[in-house]
């Protein structure tokens, strides 16, 4: 099955439209999406922010403006969207601009090398197909293909055509009870230990957290304070025991580097210990792959309930799939995208 059949690539697109592009944004996304333009010979107009973050300041040589500016410079233009939110007066924002204005968002991975473009796409088919003959409902098969779509042609109208809220998952497929024994790795300042805690009517045999930074986990030791039956970690999980580095980001995404801070990972296997686990979270923000290497036992013996984010990478909406069928062929497999722009926050749920 193609899923791209008579669509244009994003990067395509951009490569080859007569109209000023302006970049929506100024963080690490817009980093990416500007060394991948100089790679195809692309050249930005200018750089835009939202109005309260525009102070005249300097982005790669540009002086950052607000949309009114280029409105009032230009008679026509296409933005380039190159940041994330999860906030919903953002997104609507970015929503109200996209009706006025042709909005694209050049889909870069947060973690890899691997650009969702036409190549991409062409050369892992069989992929995609065998992964999408895998998903057990018909909502999953639509947020496969919207998600494929869209970040293939970089339409957020793909995003918001297959939203849905976390509580369709939570009541109708994870359906979490009081006896869980909950593994969250990449359990940051706790958010997911409350998500989890809210979902189980703060019922539940016990927790395991993994959270690699130390100010994160700092944050994590106060949340878990008057929690019982609750043990942390202050390693990442990865396929062995060992020690890499990480970036000294303190937020989310804390990652595998190439520099950064030596930091302690392992195999859950190997802090759990035969012990079983009944749920298990997975937001290691790239490390997903190797995480599952060093859980294979778990995943084999126990079969818990996983949810896992599936957006790190462009090939992990089809290899974490493959990956998890091959370990334990019993899974069933679900995929929900949750309101986010770009496709942040879609999820694999396997039961």
């Known amino acids: 099955m193609n899923f791209t059949s008579n669509l244009t690539s994003v990067w395509d697109f951009f490569k080859n439209t007569n109209k000023p592009i302006i970049l929506y944004g100024m963080g690490d996304g817009a980093d990416k999406v500007i060394r991948e333009f100089d790679k195809l010979n692309i050249k930005p107009y200018g750089v835009m922010a939202s109005d309260d973050f525009v102070r005249g300041q300097k982005f790669h040589d540009f002086t950052v403006q607000k949309l009114s500016h280029f409105e009032s410079e230009l008679d026509d233009f296409v933005i380039a969207l190159c940041f994330a939110s ?4 953002v997104m609507d924002n970015i929503k109200t601009i996209a009706k006025k204005h ?3 968002v050049p889909s ?7 650009i969702f473009d036409r190549e991409f ?5 069989e992929n995609f197909d065998k992964a999408y003959e895998l998903l057990a409902d018909n909502q999953s098969k639509k947020v496969y293909e919207n998600i494929i779509k869209f970040q293939y042609t970089g339409n957020i109208e793909y995003l918001t055509d297959c939203e849905t809220a976390k509580d369709e998952v939570f009541n109708n497929i994870l359906k979490l009870g009081n006896s869980e024994s909950y593994l969250d790795l990449g359990a940051y300042r706790g958010d997911t230990i409350e998500e989890f805690l809210r979902y189980t009517n703060n019922e539940y045999k016990d927790i395991t957290a993994f959270e690699p930074n ?4 700092k944050k994590l030791q106060e949340y878990c304070e008057n929690l019982d039956k609750v043990s942390l970690w202050q390693i990442g999980s990865y396929s062995k025991n060992t020690v ?10 804390s990652a595998i580097s190439g520099q950064g801070t030596p930091t302690q990972v392992a195999a859950v ?3 759990l210990c035969g012990k079983k686990i009944t749920y298990a979270k997975l ?10 290497i060093g859980m294979e036992k778990t995943l084999k013996l126990f079969k818990p309930k996983l949810n896992v984010a599936a957006y790190h990478r462009s090939e992990d909406i089809f290899s974490l799939i493959l990956q998890i069928k091959e370990i334990n062929p019993n899974y069933k497999f679900y995929l929900r995208h949750h309101p986010y722009i770009p496709h942040w926050d879609t999820n694999l749920y396997c039961i």
Do not use: W
Request: net charge negative.
């Open 86 to 89: 999860q906030l919903p007066d």
């Open 102 to 104: 042709t909005l694209l």
């Open 108 to 114: 870069v991975p947060v973690f890899g090398d691997n």
């Open 121 to 125: 796409y062409n050369s892992n088919i």
């Open 214 to 217: 130390p100010k994160n986990f």
């Open 244 to 253: 890499i580095n990480f970036n000294n980001k303190a937020g989310r995404n």
């Open 269 to 271: 296997d190997s802090i």
């Open 283 to 292: 937001d290691v923000e790239g490390a997903e792959k190797d995480t599952f």
